[in-house]
């Protein structure tokens, strides 16, 4: 059993004072089976009221408005969570899968994550990546799922800020550089070409002193969930060759990144914003206390009060913005 202490901070500053905020926050973690949220706070600053509500794939989603003039917004997200341990998955299932995936399918209801999505489409680029992989019916959907997840590992080199946060998966295929967002895309539109379901998977992914992992400790990450005969939903990370296992952990699900950013949201005013995104995930074997204060980093410390500056003069002009942060 694996408890983890995770801090998920996020600064958007202002060139100039805007007149209002609107936010959607996807980063509450999960409950299911093997993952329990055992608590979560939301301190946003300037301070306002935060609602929340779950969405139809059952994801937890904070929304707050704030119509006062800032310079700044700072969103702390705290949660403690725990990991179940979750049984090996096998190498392999047997010859009939196929047919177990297509009964699977017709009888329930994953049409969402069979059909292309708005950053998993099926492009001429996206066929011919999976013609050069053979990604085709063969063998077992297990076995060609777990030989995918090696090969995209190895295919891509993962660059930080090589894409954008609205990049095309065609950008990544033909310049063979990406982050993971780019890697689960990748893979979600390849196995969903083979009538696999496929879904986007937002989180965080702990990262301990033995483990080499390639993607960036200090923020969110992304993988993939398919769906097997048997298995139910197995979570695959071809940004660093993984099952998705205890280090994982699952905030939000979607068909891909378009349903789960970890901030979504509009401000009203004319002016430059720049985006500051800095994760911690900390592990222990036996639960923190729930009501403690996790202790928030020096530096962070200063964002929060540097919020709570008066702002600057209001401007004029009136625009609208759409906020996202990359994974």
Known sequence: ??????????????????????METRMHPRSDSS??????????????RVFSYRDHLGNNVQHFDIPGEHNQLVIVAESV??????????????????????????????????????????????????????????????????????????YFDYVPRSTRVDSPIDEA??????????????????????????RYVSGYLYRGIEDHDRSTPDATHAWVEALLPHLGWVGLDPTNNLVAHHRHIRTAVGRDYADVPPTHGVFRGKTASELYVAVKVEASERPPALDRKLPIPEDWSVLVERAQQPPELPVPFIDMQQMQQQQ
């Open 1 to 22: 059993m694996n408890f983890y202490s995770i801090r998920h901070l996020t600064r958007f500053r202002y060139s100039q004072s805007i007149s209002e905020s609107i």
């Open 81 to 154: 969570v725990e990991q179940q341990p979750l049984p090996d998955v096998p190498h392999f299932l047997s010859p009939d899968a196929w047919e177990d995936l297509d009964e699977l399918v017709e009888a329930g209801d994953y049409s969402e994550m069979l059909l292309p999505s708005t950053f998993a489409a099926e492009t001429p680029a996206l066929v011919e990546l999976a013609r050069k992989m053979e990604v085709v019916r063969r063998d077992d959907p297990l076995h060609l799922v777990l030989e995918l997840n090696q090969r995209l590992f190895h």
């Open 35 to 48: 993952q329990h949220c055992l608590s979560f706070s939301l301190s946003v600053s300037p301070r306002c």
């Open 173 to 198: 295929i033909l310049s063979g550089a990406g982050v993971c967002q780019d890697f689960a895309h990748t893979m979600i539109a390849l196995l969903r070409h083979v009538r696999i379901p496929a």
